[in-house]
Structure formats: C-alpha cells, structure tokens
T-cell receptor, first 117, second 111 residues
Framework: DAGITQSPRHKVTETGTPVTLRCHQT?????MYWYRQDPGHGLRLIHY???????DKGEVSDGYSVSRSKTEDFLLTLESATSSQTSVYFC????????????????FGPGTRLTVL | EDQVTQSPEALRLQEGESSSLNCSYT??????LFWYRQDPGKGPEFLFT???AGEEKEKERLKATLTKKESFLHITAPKPEDSATYLC????????????FGTGTRLKVLA
C-alpha cells in the first residue's frame, strides 16, 4: 500500500471558519493532488502540486488554497468554510507526469470527511 | 469534451454469477485508463492501468480489457467480498494533470 495519510479523518466545523486538511506521503512522489467526492459526481480535482512550492488549480478550486513546503506534505485550506464544501476529501499521489506512462498511476489516501454546519 | 461514463450505475449479482462493468470514454488521446475499487468510507484502491487498445490485465477474479472507445472490468465467479464501488478514470495525452473520473458502478454480490 502507498504510504499516504490524511488528517484529520473526520471534522465538523461551522460556516465561516477556516479549515486545514493535511496529506502526508512517505513515497517521495513528485505529484500530489486534492480531490473532493460528492454523490452523483466523479472525483473532482481541486488543486494539484508538481513539486515543492509548485501548485496549480483544478476544476473546482474556488474557495480553496493549497501549500506544499516539503515533498511529503500537501495542505488544503478552506479559508472560510461554506456548507457547499461539505464533502469527502481525498489526497492522491503519483510518481510523475510526462515521463513513462506507468508513472501516471495515482494512489489515494483514506480520505477526510468534512461537515460544514 | 473529454468524458467518462460508467455503466451500470449499480449491479447485484449472486455469488458465482459472472458479469462485466463498462467504462466508455471520449478523450482527445488516451495516455492511460485506470480502474479502482472503493469500499465504503475508504479511499480508492488501485487495481489496473491499461495503456493501449487490446491490452488485458488480470488479478484474481478480475480482468480488465481496453478498446479504443471503452474498457470492461470482467468479474468471474464473484464472491461477497468483491462488493464495492468500481471507479474508472482516464488520462489524456493533452493536458498536464487532467484525470477524468467516472461516477462508478456499485457492485453488490449476494451470498
């Protein structure tokens, strides 16, 4: 199993409060991703990182920011949580993009269930 | 527009009753197609990556195949422990990060 942990695993918060989710990997993979999963939708990309301090937006990035100060850690911050951000959040990692196709495979963490009241 | 569609949405099988799940895709150019298994309350677990039409991969009771328009996940003589949601995703040759996920097939295998 890929060494990916997420914290916290569950969180309940109130509208308007800031929230930070953490993803930690022990695989030394270059790429890290944050997805959200909601009923009726496939996994949707929020942000991704292609190296330390290198990040970019995904398809549903509004209201979210990310940071990556070390290879192993990728943080997702909800600056001011809203009820529409109630979801399950997954972190994923991949070895690389653009090289051998075999490095494209993403491995997922266990998820964080976030409820915004 | 790049798109992935999985069918059926849900499937109930008796133990030992073989069947197939479908993943149809439309992308400008396929770099890879990925199958995952997801159990309730857990993250997707990687099963297979397929790269080119005609490729097949097997793992225990699962076999994945790929054509130019779709992929099938064949489940032979399933057991109750195969019950899960199966997700399909594709990565196109264009774009640096884009993985497109289907909404999954929920499989229930009855003893």
């Amino acid at each position: 199993d890929a060494g990916i942990t997420q914290s916290p695993r569950h969180k309940v918060t109130e509208t308007g409060t800031p929230v930070t989710l953490r993803c930690h990997q022990t695989e030394n993979h270059r790429y890290m991703y944050w997805y959200r999963q909601d009923p009726g939708h496939g996994l949707r990309l929020i942000h991704y990182s292609y190296g330390v301090k290198d990040t970019d937006k995904g398809e549903v990035s509004d209201g979210y920011s990310v940071s990556r100060s070390k290879t192993e850690d990728f943080l997702l911050t909800l600056e001011s949580a809203t009820s529409s951000q109630t979801s399950v959040y997954f972190c994923a990692i991949s070895e690389g993009i653009g090289g051998k196709a075999s490095t494209d495979t993403q491995y997922f963490g266990p998820g964080t269930r976030l409820t915004v009241l | 527009e790049d798109q992935v569609t999985q069918s059926p949405e849900a499937l109930r099988l008796q133990e030992g009753e073989s069947s197939s799940l479908n993943c149809s895709y439309t992308v400008s150019g396929l770099r890879g197609l990925f199958w995952y298994r997801q159990d309730p309350g857990k993250g997707p677990e990687f099963l297979f990556t397929l790269y080119s039409a005609g490729e097949e991969k097997e793992k225990e009771r699962l076999k994945a195949t790929l054509t130019k328009k779709e992929s099938f996940l064949h489940i032979t003589a399933p057991k109750p422990e195969d019950s899960a949601t199966y997700l399909c995703a594709v990565r196109a040759t264009s774009g640096t990060y884009k993985y497109i996920f289907g909404t999954g097939t929920r499989l229930k295998v009855l003893a």
